[in-house]
């Protein structure tokens, strides 16, 4: 059975370590978390961003398929399934449909209205039992081929938004979504340092997994980040599993052309990004 995000994020912050927000985007990247997570008995948050829920069909879908696969892959460990960036109205919709955890990325509006909005959705999750995280301070990453760098939140903005009573907070240090650029200076751990003294025990969420070195997690682990999230390494590495397949023209030989075995090196990909991560973040063993 899903489960809301917050307890496991509450122990992650009391423990020390952070629990991996990995996005999913078809029922192979789903499987190979889910495999992984139980192998290595470990909480895990299954991260699905608007764009990845209208590739799947719509959210009913990917909730369907989430908890059809706990039941029969008999997943013990617990699950979250959560929406990623989700506007106002995709919040509600997660909501009907039976997710278990939202995020409402008001980072976007003006703070007031960022406040009114993240307060009415704490209200609407918390009746379902769903946890809710909130955003201050966007985070870069590329559209369009330009690079924005991530931006760091004010301090007393995250409180504002924390003090709505918000499970777990993200809020931008300098990380950005995709690959960092050379010239990148790395996270702000003042800034985190400042928000997390503001904040207390509210568990904060680091963005932009992907390619941050491991001593930067670690410091940002120690400074009360508790919740990572990764997408784009995963498709990076499912895309180089799946070239190198392709390339040693393995498709053409036998069956390689049936999908089963076409897409079982990506998978096998995303399974040992996963597993690389959760023994960084430190989940492993503590579901
Ligand atoms: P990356 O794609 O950089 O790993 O970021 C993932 C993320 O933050 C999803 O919200």
């Known amino acids: 059975m899903l489960v809301s995000a917050k307890e496991m994020l509450d122990k992650a912050k009391a423990g020390h370590y952070a629990v991996g927000q990995f996005n999913i985007n078809n029922l192979e990247w789903?499987?190979?978390?889910l495999q992984t997570a139980q192998e290595l008995n470990s909480p895990v948050i299954l991260g699905v961003s608007e764009g990845a829920g209208k590739y799947m069909t719509g959210y009913k879908t990917v909730v369907g398929m989430v908890n059809g696969m706990l039941e029969e892959m008999?997943?013990?460990?617990?699950?979250?399934?959560?929406?990623?960036h989700g506007s106002y109205e995709a919040c509600y919709k997660c909501i009907e449909a039976g997710f278990s955890s939202i995020m409402f990325d008001g980072s976007h509006y003006p703070i007031a209205e960022n406040v009114e909005k993240t307060k009415e959705l704490v209200a609407a999750a918390h009746e379902k039992g769903i946890s809710i995280e909130a955003e201050v301070g966007s985070i870069g990453g590329e559209e369009d081929g330009v690079v924005g760098m991530g931006e760091c939140a004010d301090p007393q903005e995250c409180k504002m938004i924390a003090d709505l009573g918000i499970d777990f907070l993200a809020a931008g240090i300098g990380n950005i979504h995709g690959k960092y650029p050379a010239n990148w200076q790395g996270l702000s751990f003042e800034t985190l340092d400042a928000i997390q003294q503001l904040t207390g025990e509210m568990p904060l969420v680091l963005h932009g997994g992907t390619g941050i070195p491991e001593d930067m997690i670690?410091?940002?682990?120690?400074?009360?980040?508790?919740?990572?999230?990764?997408?784009t390494e995963c498709q990076l590495s499912f895309a180089a599993a799946t070239r190198e397949y392709i390339e040693a023209g393995k498709d053409q030989a036998g069956k390689g052309f049936d999908p089963r075995k076409l897409l079982a090196p990506g998978a096998q990909a995303i399974k040992d990004t996963v597993k690389a991560k959760m023994e960084m973040f430190g989940s492993v063993g503590k579901a």
């Open 30 to 33: 789903t499987k190979a978390i």
């Open 74 to 84: 008999n997943i013990t460990v617990p699950v979250a399934l959560h929406l990623d």
């Open 218 to 231: 670690k410091k940002a682990i120690s400074l009360g980040v508790s919740k990572i999230n990764v997408n």
